[in-house]
């Protein structure tokens, strides 16, 4: 199965923001490149104002960091960036430690497909503190992007209570990589195929379409278009009826499937693709149902996202597979995941790990320092309960701990003894060097079906969704509080 890095240079290692090199280079020049530092990635808001998000980008994201190596080419480029006094701004013996440059760190991830929900590290990486800073770009627009999507696509399908939807977005992606990596995380939150040729070659995901407007503008007459097109793909007729009239169009259909029964070949469906889609849907139901063709489906696109789609489902729409694109492709009412990533943990020279955290005036904007792991909790009917943001380097929380909250700390939630903990944060690169097979991309996507089934519905609701429980071990708010005091009465006074 092919990834991202396969789509361009097989090396990425200049995917990357100038100032992760510039950090690179001072980190150099003061002797601590080399310190062994942790990073967490992971975001502040859940997005689309909604009860979860759907983990998305990690096999892409590791097929860059397997192959994360700074050629020729590279170190030439670099080498002819100028400061404003058109001197260097990298010299000769950085430029040398990147010519020698091979990821090494260890990464430990919560895999693709599992619902995660925010201030959780979806992704930590461990290893000598330049390694680690210069791959922060890259891993922010591949896990964000992609969790983004998938999380879309699972509110999408959703919506569609069980009708297939289609991803068409191919057209108004931001660019084909946009597409691409749409298409990826749109099949894993749930999607059933899409249009998109490459993404079905590259990812294996089942590709699906019908005909443009185009088609039938070519042949002027409507019922000509459409019995040509049949007569051409006599087993994958399904026509868009819209050009003209609507209505109009579906009699036609109607009157090419009549000839293709006459070979033994059906009508697949027709389109919808624009008008009032809970009527129109309607009355071609009908037409279609008293012209003999009730297994003929009738699919619907225009602009349709989670919202339009439940309100038309609750207009009585008889609408059987929903095509969507812009709205899923673009993440159009939230473009933007908002992800982070913070330096968590730095080990000083005396080989002690020191914690550092981030301030803010906004308390959700302030970081969660350690080496963090998420610990789920299950209750003995499947359900998900509560999440455990805790410290690797504590040891295990006791039965029975209470989780805060990290934006408000009078917010705790009581561990119940009978919930079990599953462990979400798992190993997944060892010294740069993956610690298994990639996983296939359908077991990512069974992983979202199943995990969205044990959420509480309401959790999973559109509007005004239940808060999902997610807290910090004690210690760790402890330990966070304190660290938050030390630095608050070290700041000069205003």
Same mark, same amino acid.
């Given at each position: 199965?092919?990834?991202?890095?396969?789509?361009?240079?097989?090396?990425?290692?200049?995917?990357?923001?100038?100032?992760?090199?510039?950090?690179?280079?001072?980190?150099?020049?003061?002797?601590?490149?080399?310190?062994?530092?942790?990073? %967490?990635?992971?975001?502040?808001?859940?997005?689309?104002?909604?009860?979860?998000?759907?983990? %998305?980008?990690?096999?892409?994201?590791?097929?860059?960091?397997?192959?994360?190596?700074?050629?020729?080419? &590279?170190?030439?480029?670099?080498?002819?960036?100028?400061?404003?006094?058109?001197?260097?701004?990298?010299?000769?013996?950085?430029?040398?430690?990147?010519?020698?440059?091979?990821?090494?760190?260890?990464?430990?991830?919560?895999?693709?497909?599992?619902?995660?929900?925010?201030?959780?590290?979806?992704?930590?990486?461990?290893?000598?503190?330049?390694?680690?800073?210069?791959?922060?770009?890259?891993?922010?627009?591949?896990?964000?992007?992609?969790?983004?999507?998938?999380?879309?696509?699972?509110?999408?399908?959703?919506?569609?209570?069980?009708? #297939?939807?289609?991803?068409?977005?191919?057209?108004?992606?931001?660019?084909?990589?946009?597409?691409?990596?749409?298409?990826?995380?749109?099949? /894993?939150?749930?999607?059933?195929?899409?249009?998109?040729?490459?993404?079905?070659?590259?990812?294996?995901?089942?590709?699906?379409?019908?005909?443009?407007?185009?088609?039938?503008?070519?042949? &002027?007459?409507?019922?000509?278009?459409?019995?040509?097109?049949?007569?051409?793909?006599?087993?994958?007729?399904?026509?868009?009826?819209?050009?003209?009239?609507?209505?109009?169009?579906?009699?036609?259909?109607?009157?090419?499937?009549?000839?293709?029964?006459?070979?033994?070949?059906?009508?697949?469906? /027709?389109?919808?693709?624009?008008?009032?889609?809970?009527?129109?849907?309607?009355?071609?139901?009908?037409?279609?149902?008293?012209?003999?063709?009730?297994?003929?489906? /009738?699919?619907?696109?225009?602009?349709?996202?989670?919202?339009?789609?439940?309100?038309?489902?609750?207009?009585?729409?008889?609408? &059987? /597979?929903?095509?969507?694109?812009?709205?899923?492709?673009?993440?159009?009412?939230?473009?933007?995941?908002?992800?982070?990533?913070?330096?968590?943990?730095?080990?000083?020279?005396?080989?002690?790990?020191?914690?550092?955290?981030?301030?803010?005036?906004?308390?959700?904007?302030?970081?969660?320092?350690?080496?963090?792991?998420?610990?789920?909790?299950?209750? #003995?009917?499947?359900?998900?309960?509560?999440?455990?943001?805790?410290?690797?380097?504590?040891?295990?929380?006791?039965?029975?701990?209470?989780?805060?909250?990290?934006?408000?700390?009078?917010?705790?939630?009581?561990?119940? #003894?009978?919930?079990? #903990?599953?462990?979400?944060?798992?190993?997944?690169?060892?010294?740069?060097?993956?610690?298994?097979?990639?996983?296939?991309?359908?077991?990512?996507?069974?992983?979202?079906?199943?995990?969205?089934?044990?959420?509480?519905?309401?959790?999973?609701?559109?509007?005004?969704?239940?808060?999902?429980?997610?807290?910090?071990?004690?210690?760790?708010?402890?330990?966070?509080?304190?660290?938050?005091?030390?630095?608050?009465?070290?700041?000069?006074?205003?």
């Amino acid at each position: 199965m092919a990834r991202v890095s396969d789509l361009y240079r097989l090396n990425l290692a200049t995917l990357t923001d100038l100032y992760e090199l510039t950090m690179g280079a001072g980190y150099a020049a003061a002797g601590v490149a080399d310190r062994e530092a942790v990073f %967490a990635l992971s975001f502040r808001t859940l997005p689309f104002g909604g009860g979860y998000a759907v983990m %998305a980008g990690l096999d892409d994201a590791l097929a860059v960091l397997e192959n994360l190596r700074f050629d020729g080419v &590279d170190i030439d480029f670099l080498r002819g960036l100028r400061a404003s006094d058109d001197r260097p701004i990298f010299n000769a013996v950085f430029l040398e430690q990147l010519a020698g440059f091979e990821f090494s760190c260890d990464v430990d991830a919560i895999p693709e497909g599992t619902v995660v929900f925010a201030n959780e590290p979806l992704l930590r990486v461990r290893g000598p503190l330049l390694q680690a800073q210069l791959v922060e770009s890259m891993l922010l627009n591949v896990v964000g992007f992609q969790t983004l999507v998938a999380t879309k696509a699972a509110r999408v399908v959703d919506a569609a209570a069980g009708g #297939p939807v289609l991803e068409f977005g191919l057209r108004r992606a931001q660019g084909p990589d946009g597409a691409l990596s749409a298409a990826r995380a749109a099949y /894993i939150g749930g999607v059933a195929a899409t249009s998109n040729v490459l993404a079905g070659r590259l990812f294996g995901i089942p590709v699906r379409g019908t005909h443009a407007h185009s088609w039938v503008q070519v042949f &002027d007459d409507e019922q000509r278009a459409f019995d040509i097109y049949a007569d051409a793909q006599p087993d994958n007729v399904t026509l868009l009826v819209d050009t003209y009239d609507s209505l109009a169009g579906v009699a036609h259909a109607i009157e090419t499937g009549r000839r293709l029964k006459t070979r033994g070949s059906s009508l697949s469906g /027709i389109r919808l693709d624009s008008g009032d889609l809970a009527y129109l849907s309607i009355e071609a139901r009908r037409m279609l149902d008293e012209a003999g063709f009730t297994d003929t489906k /009738i699919v619907a696109s225009n602009d349709l996202d989670e919202h339009t789609i439940a309100s038309l489902r609750e207009q009585g729409a008889r609408i &059987d /597979i929903w095509g969507v694109g812009t709205r899923l492709d673009t993440c159009y009412d939230q473009p933007a995941l908002g992800a982070i990533y913070k330096l968590s943990a730095i080990c000083d020279p005396d080989g002690c790990w020191r914690y550092p955290i981030k301030l803010s005036e906004h308390s959700s904007k302030i970081s969660i320092p350690g080496v963090l792991g998420v610990r789920r909790f299950v209750d #003995p009917t499947g359900r998900f309960r509560a999440d455990m943001i805790y410290d690797e380097t504590l040891p295990d929380p006791p039965a029975g701990d209470v989780i805060v909250d990290p934006a408000d700390a009078l917010h705790m939630l009581a561990i119940a #003894p009978d919930w079990r #903990p599953i462990e979400l944060v798992e190993p997944v690169m060892r010294h740069g060097v993956r610690s298994g097979p990639a996983p296939a991309l359908d077991d990512a996507r069974s992983r979202a079906r199943s995990q969205l089934g044990s959420l509480h519905p309401g959790i999973r609701r559109l509007l005004n969704p239940h808060i999902y429980p997610v807290g910090l071990e004690m210690r760790l708010h402890e330990r966070r509080h304190a660290l938050v005091l030390e630095r608050r009465r070290a700041a000069p006074p205003a």
